[in-house]
């Protein structure tokens, strides 16, 4: 288990494992990146880096199987949620500006919401208007209808004030 990978196994296993997990590792690394997937290789119950090299190359690896080869390659070092600085950085810099950005696209949904009840507003103000103009036509109509029917048949309207 101790043999050496070569540059080219090392480049390819790099290119799965950015591939597949996102990680980079630079040339630099590749001395401490061998030694790690040996440790993985034995996790996985590897008794030889071929075998190992060839699996990892040729399989589609599963959530679980991801993680284990994670917990090899890269360091769980916890600074960052430890380091004073940090939190003023996210509190002074990071989170007003998150706020500030979330508050303008809320500006721009609010204006679009806006923008549309207005387009609603005129489009039934626009409609109220026709129905009304319409109603109006409808009552000259039977206006004009009963002037006519008037002019037509005289006799019928004095009939209708007389009672049978």
Same mark, same amino acid.
């Given at each position: ?5 070569? *540059? /080219?196994?090392? &480049?390819?296993?790099?290119? %799965? ?6 990680? *980079?590792?630079?040339?630099?690394? $590749?001395?401490?990146l ?7 290789a034995?996790?996985?119950?590897f ?6 090299? @060839? $699996?990892? +190359?040729? /399989?589609?690896?599963?959530? !679980? @199987?991801?993680?284990? +080869? ?15 600085? %940090?939190?003023?950085?996210?509190? !002074?810099? %990071? ?5 500030? &950005? ?8 609010q204006?679009e ?13 626009e409609?109220?208007?026709? !129905?009304?103009?319409e109603?109006?036509? +409808? @009552? ?5 209808k ?10 019928? *309207? &004095?009939?209708e004030?007389?009672? !049978?």
């Open positions: 288990m101790n043999r050496n990978l070569t *540059d /080219s196994e090392l &480049s390819q296993v790099c290119e %799965v494992i950015a591939a597949r997990m996102g990680l *980079d590792f630079p040339v630099e690394r $590749w001395a401490i061998g030694r790690n997937l040996a440790l993985a034995r996790e996985f119950g008794q030889n880096m071929n075998g190992f090299i @060839q $699996w990892l +190359l040729s /399989s589609e690896l599963n959530q !679980d @199987q991801i993680k284990i +080869l994670a917990s090899h390659l890269t360091v769980s070092e916890t600074y960052f949620l430890r380091e004073p600085k %940090v939190f003023t950085a996210l509190t !002074d810099f %990071v989170l007003p500006e998150l706020i500030k &950005s979330k508050k303008k696209r809320k500006s721009k949904k204006k919401q806006e923008a549309l009840a207005e387009e609603v507003r005129l489009a039934l103000e409609q109220t208007r026709r !129905d009304l103009e109603k109006k036509e +409808l @009552q000259r109509d039977k206006r004009i009963k002037k006519l029917e008037k002019l037509i048949n005289p006799e019928e *309207d &004095s009939q004030g007389t009672p !049978d």
